[in-house]
């Protein structure tokens, strides 16, 4: 597959089947797992975070696994995911 194509089908999860399945909001959802890690941590952990820390779950299993497409889309869903969240566009998008 082409790098293009793992682009546009995490954009398309992002925008359409994980949206319907999570919300719409993904910063919120993100900040209620934060604000939980948070008190597991006991030190605090923001929205932001919780992607990132997604994107090394899914690099672990690249690594660990059998090559799956889906590691690679699910990367570049949640990198994407928290670099709207950094710039400020929180209205839409769930990986």
Same mark, same amino acid.
Request: proline residues 2%; contains cysteine.
């Given at each position: 597959? =082409?790098?293009?194509?793992?682009? !546009? ?8 089947? =994980?949206?319907?399945? /999570?919300?719409? &909001?993904?910063?919120?959802?993100? !900040? =209620? ?9 006991? /030190? ?16 672990? =299993?690249? #690594? ?5 497409? &889906?590691?690679? #889309? ?9 670099? !709207?969240?950094?710039?400020?566009? /929180? ?5």
């Amino acid at each position: 597959m =082409r790098a293009d194509q793992f682009c !546009q089908i995490a954009g398309e999860l992002i925008m359409g089947k =994980r949206a319907d399945e /999570h919300g719409p &909001d993904a910063k919120a959802a993100f !900040q =209620r797992t934060a604000d939980l890690w948070s008190v597991y941590l006991g /030190h605090k952990v923001e929205a932001k975070d919780v992607p990132m820390m997604l994107v090394l779950l899914k690099i672990t =299993r690249s #690594i660990d696994g059998a090559y799956n497409a &889906d590691d690679f #889309i699910d990367m570049i869903g949640y990198a994407g995911l928290a670099g !709207q969240i950094e710039s400020g566009e /929180h209205d839409t998008g769930y990986e």
